[in-house]
């Protein structure tokens, strides 16, 4: 105790004190200044990572396309592949149909249009493959964020078997039954 309380140590001590409180307001400002900065980065990264959690709850789902990957041989279609995509948009827009009050349901002509320019089984496996997977919810593509996150993916021929009756439209049912069948694919 004797070597800490000596003459030049209380002096250096008093030094301090009077240093201290005489920039007692600059002292204050710095040292908030300092906390304010490390408040500010913590607050920053906290922020950060919250809002990325919050941007990929949010996030929009792809709704439109997933690869079926059927293979086709190119040299027995009738359609171009331009085409194809033309009757896969068509299809999906027959889907998407809506009835006088609003309620979905099915264009069953527009189906039965893109199925009268599907000649050949690999037409088909070219649409199929065009169309791909795609999500559905109560009868149509989903269109809110709720939906999107909800619904599941499915293929045309799912998308087909969903829509088109076989006991109210047989005639189109068992039309587009021969030719998925003809692709070789189950229907």
Do not use: C
């Amino acid at each position: 105790m004797g070597k800490i309380a000596t003459k030049k140590n209380i002096e250096k001590a008093n030094e301090m004190s009077e240093f201290l409180l005489s920039n007692r307001s600059l002292l204050i400002v710095v040292g908030a200044s300092v906390l304010g900065f490390i408040a500010y980065r913590q607050i920053k990264k906290t922020a950060g990572a919250v809002s990325d959690a919050v941007s990929d709850v949010f996030a929009d789902v792809p709704t439109d396309h997933i690869s079926a990957d059927v293979n086709v041989n190119n040299q027995k279609t009738t359609i171009t592949k331009e085409k194809a995509v033309i009757l896969a948009k068509s299809l999906l827009d027959a889907f998407n149909d809506t009835t006088f009050f609003g309620s979905p349901a099915t264009d069953e002509r527009k189906v039965e249009y893109v199925f009268d320019q599907l000649k050949t089984g690999d037409d088909f496996r070219l649409v199929y493959n065009i169309f791909g997977k795609r999500k559905i919810i109560n009868g149509g593509t989903p269109t809110t964020w709720f939906d999107k996150k909800i619904a599941n993916e499915y293929d045309l021929i799912y998308w087909l078997k969903a829509e088109i009756s076989e006991t109210w439209d047989s005639s189109l049912f068992n039309k587009i039954k021969d030719r998925v069948q003809s692709a070789g694919m189950p229907f």
